[in-house]
């Protein structure tokens, strides 16, 4: 099964900036959608952002217009880049397959921890 390892994550002031990276264990090729997940303490882990291999595109409403996902499969990996931080955006990020989170056998890896500042 493919593993993923992310990184990139670290403490910033509100209004920073932190550009998280996803590798793969194995080519993106053949996983049609990413994407990247984060969760804090109690809560459910939530989607933030996916993309598919044609590179479309979409976003949880609290995070458009201010991060970004991209994928290389040629690197197995996966960008968020992230701008105009809130407090309200801490949380562990985590990156997987869309299509084996939705159906219940994701391996989770030990995600990054974001940390906003205000």
């Known amino acids: 099964q493919v593993q993923f390892v992310e990184s990139g994550g670290g403490v910033v002031q509100s209004g920073g900036s932190l550009r998280l990276s996803c590798t793969a264990s194995?080519?993106?090729?053949?996983?049609?959608?990413m994407g990247w997940y984060r969760q804090v303490p109690g809560k459910s882990r939530e989607l933030v952002a996916a993309?598919?291999?044609?590179?479309?595109?979409e976003y949880d409403e609290s995070v458009l217009g201010r991060f970004t996902i991209s994928r290389d499969n040629a690197k197995n990996t996966v960008i968020l880049q992230m701008n105009g931080l809130k407090p309200e955006d801490t949380a562990v990020y985590f990156c997987?397959?869309?299509?084996?989170?939705?159906?219940?056998?994701?391996?989770w890896g030990q995600g990054t921890q974001v940390t906003v500042s205000s």
């Open positions: 993309i598919t291999s044609e590179e479309h595109t």
């Open positions: 194995r080519s993106l090729a053949t996983i049609q959608a």
């Open positions: 997987n397959s869309r299509l084996r989170v939705h159906t219940g056998v994701a391996s």
